[in-house]
Each structure stands twice: as structure tokens, then as C-alpha cells.
């Protein structure tokens, strides 16, 4: 285990010097995955095979995310993967409590009615906010609330962070709010 990264399940996690960066382009990854499961119904095997880290890439330099150093960025791309693909496996792999936890906050939305993308946001988020209690709780929110501006309607920020604030007045989460 080196300085820059932990072993946890097995994959590389960043630690504090660029993690920031790395967990969120670990969350991106993950919500297209989470999202093509979901509307797909494509197996985990299937979709962590067929993910194409420089495609996801340049797609993203595309949205305005550029850097310069081509090597650096693929090479943290990949340990990005690695998170992201820990992310997936343990939102699916508990998605029953996390849809149970989204169910008792969301009045008068049942989560198959929510909109694919920030379902798929919140159900990341509700997973790390149960289970990664490394990640601090705001840290979190404020991950999703990006993660909806950047990939879902105009009103998904406002729907992803009311549901999620909801969640931390009304639960009690392992780790530190900030």
C-alpha cells in the first residue's frame, strides 16, 4: 500500500492528494454506469468490460473538463475506474436499502418514477453516504448536486439536494458531516 492510495476490496482508492479529483471523475464514471444498468438492464460484467476509459475521456474534454498532460489524465483515469467500478458493485449490491432510504424521504415519488438520471444519482449518493464512511456527508451532497447540474434537467440539482438534505436532518450517517 503506498502513500497516494489505500486498498480497499482489492481496488486503489485515492487518498487526499488528488482525490478530489479522481472521486469525482470516479462518480462520473459510475453514474453512466449505474445508468446504462439501469435503463439496459446490462449486466455489471458487461458493463465494466465494455467501458471505455479513453472514450470517456475525451468525452468529457468535450464538456469543457480539458487538461493538458494526455498521459497523466489516462493514467488517473484508470485508478478513477477502479473506484468507480467499487462505487457501482456496492450501490447495486445494497440497492434494495438505498431504494428503501430514497422511498421514505421522496414524498409522492416512487423511485421508478424518477427521472433515470437523478435516480441514479441519489442512489450513488445514498451509498456513500451509508457505507463509505470516509467521505464526508456535505462532501457528498455537494458531489451529487454537481454530478445533477452537470448531467440532468434543470430542476434535478434542486430535486437531488432537497432529497438529500432530507436524509441527513432525518438519519443519522457513519462518519463526519465535513
Known amino acids: 500500500m503506498t502513500r497516494d492510495s489505500q486498498a ?3 481496488a486503489a482508492r485515492p487518498t487526499r492528494s488528488g482525490a478530489v479529483g ?17 435503463l439496459a ?11 471505455d476509459v ?3 475521456l475525451s468525452e468529457r474534454e468535450e464538456g469543457g473538463a ?18 468507480a467500478r467499487r462505487l457501482v458493485e456496492g450501490t447495486v449490491s445494497h440497492l434494495t436499502e438505498v431504494d428503501d432510504l430514497l422511498s421514505q424521504q421522496a ?6 418514477r424518477m427521472p433515470a438520471v437523478d435516480r ?13 464512511p470516509d467521505v464526508p456527508k456535505l462532501v457528498v451532497l455537494d458531489e451529487a448536486v454537481e454530478l445533477a447540474k452537470r448531467f440532468g434537467s434543470d430542476q ?17 450517517f457513519p462518519g463526519s458531516l465535513k
Not at 479522481?22 to 439501469?38: G, P, V, W
Not at 444519482?121 to 463509505?132: N, S
Open 156 to 172: 434535478s440539482a434542486r430535486f437531488v439536494n432537497g432529497l438529500l438534505d432530507g436524509l441527513l436532518k432525518t438519519h443519522t
Open 107 to 112: 414524498d409522492h415519488w416512487r423511485i421508478e
Open 8 to 10: 480497499i476490496d482489492g
Open 66 to 83: 480539458a487538461r493538458s498532460d494526455a498521459h497523466s489524465r489516462l493514467a488517473e483515469a484508470k485508478d478513477a475506474f477502479e473506484y
Open 120 to 132: 441514479n444519482i441519489l442512489r450513488l449518493a445514498v451509498f456513500e453516504l451509508v457505507h463509505e
Open 54 to 56: 479513453p472514450d470517456f
Open 41 to 51: 438492464e446490462s449486466a455489471l460484467a458487461a458493463i465494466f468490460s465494455s467501458f
Open 22 to 38: 479522481k472521486r469525482r471523475l470516479a462518480r462520473e464514471m459510475a453514474i453512466q454506469m449505474l445508468y446504462q444498468r439501469d
